[in-house]
């Protein structure tokens, strides 16, 4: 399979491993493919999914049963400051808050003080 995306340099040559059922109309995730992150980056180049201020690709983790949230937060909130980004603040967040709350700016609900 060839594809290609605006973001990369390049067309991309893959191999299909593996077809998902139809997660159905009522999945909170609607995908068409998915691919590695090393994939996504392409080779070394202007990618902008190189760049510390791109917010194409979603990430999803999973804490420890035990991990502070706030705490978690806390660690990672200067993060993209390392990196020279001054405008942008790293958060986590429930997912099952993104079904009224995905609107966010400076890590906090869009509209809230």
Same mark, same amino acid.
């Given at each position: 399979?060839?594809?290609s995306n605006t973001e990369m340099e390049a067309e991309n040559h893959a191999i299909i491993s593996g077809v998902f059922k139809d997660t159905g109309? *009522?999945?909170s995730e609607q995908i068409d493919f998915l691919v590695s992150y090393d994939v996504l980056l392409g080779p070394e180049g202007n990618s902008g999914y190189r760049k510390w201020t791109n917010y194409g690709p979603s990430t999803f983790v999973i804490l420890k049963k035990d991990?502070?949230?706030v705490l978690f *937060? %806390?660690?990672i909130k200067d993060y993209l400051k %390392?990196?020279?980004v001054k405008d942008y603040t790293l958060f986590i967040r429930p997912f099952a808050e993104s079904y009224l709350h995905n609107q966010f700016e *400076?890590?906090?609900v869009a509209g809230e003080e």
């Open positions: 399979m060839v594809w109309a *009522n999945s991990a502070d949230p *937060n %806390t660690k %390392t990196k020279g *400076n890590g906090k």
